[in-house]
């Protein structure tokens, strides 16, 4: 499983985080709202802005407690990840963009990372929110 891909360039293991949270296993329906938002909307943003850093994707109920997510994350079900450009110039751009994309779900901006979420199974809100997290 260390090794399963999402997408051309997204891994589960990063999604998952598995080296820190080895227990952070999804279901495969997680797995499959993961594959979807990476080859949807991560893969075209890459395309735009260069290599992104997953810093948190996927989280079982425990790690969404550890972490403070709230009890209704969309994180627990695969479908958001908080990313960031790996080029820090590039975070403008990467907002700009995924603020543009119609399966945006909800765009949560932080200071050089955002949360995204999509919906495999509802109509995108498009709840942008710029500046969410100080
Ligand atoms: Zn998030």
Redesign the pocket.
């Known amino acids: 499983m260390e090794h399963t891909q999402l997408s051309n360039h997204f891994s589960l293991a990063e999604f998952c985080q598995l080296s820190k949270y080895p227990d952070n296993i999804p279901t495969m329906q997680a797995v499959a709202n993961m594959a979807y938002g990476c080859h949807l909307l991560l893969e075209p943003a890459r395309r735009e802005v260069g290599p992104i850093i997953v810093n ?1 994707g996927f989280r079982n109920s425990r790690v969404n407690a550890l972490v403070g ?1 709230v009890a209704n ?3 627990l079900l695969g479908q ?3 990313i960031r450009p790996k080029d820090p110039k590039q975070f403008q751009r990467l907002v700009e963009f995924l603020n543009a994309h119609a399966l945006t779900d909800q765009l ?1 901006t932080g200071p050089g990372w955002l ?1 995204i ?1 999509w919906n495999p199974f509802a109509s995108p809100r498009h709840f942008v929110r710029v500046g969410y997290y100080k």
Do not use: M
Request: charge should be negative; hydrophobic fraction near 25%; proline fraction near 0%.
């Open positions: 948190s997510g994350s969309q994180h958001a990840a908080d949560l949360h979420s």
